[in-house]
């Protein structure tokens, strides 16, 4: 009769936490229309932007985060990557430089790499805002 009692408040404890709802996750988290959109046109600008000297720019190689890294374009129009040694990425779109990246890494290094690249910060193209405005400038 004892083992038969343990067993019986055993089920109903299991059975009463079965029962018990769990709180609810959060609603995920709303993206706003701006947002979606600055982050399509980054994209667009990123695909269509010219690299040059000064530029800063993120590689993203997936699945290999000693690859990934963010590099400065130097003045001669290159950089200095780990096992591509140097590589000339001025007047490249950065379609272009992540297809070359691509055939270099997969030529002698990675099967089948995935890479990214992104300009974090464009300092090679500058934009002079001139006239009747509050600050004129770059």
């Known amino acids: 009769m004892g083992q038969k009692f343990i067993f019986e408040i055993a089920l109903v404890m299991f059975l009463a936490g079965c029962a018990a709802s769990l709180p609810p996750l959060p609603p995920p ?45 130097n003045p001669d129009g290159a950089f200095a990557y780990p096992l591509l040694e140097r590589i000339q990425a001025a007047g490249l779109t950065v379609h272009e ?21 992104t300009v974090v910060q464009s300092r090679s193209q500058q934009v002079y805002v001139l006239g009747a405005v509050r600050n004129p400038g770059t």
């Open 29 to 73: 988290a709303a993206r706003s229309p701006e947002s979606e959109a600055l982050a399509s046109r980054q994209q667009i600008m990123d695909s269509a932007y010219t690299i040059g000297p000064a530029d800063v720019l993120r590689i993203t190689v997936y699945e290999h985060p000693d690859l990934s890294q963010e590099v400065l374009v």
């Open 97 to 117: 430089l992540e297809q070359r990246m691509v055939q270099r890494l997969a030529a002698e290094y990675l099967v089948n790499p995935q890479l990214a690249v």
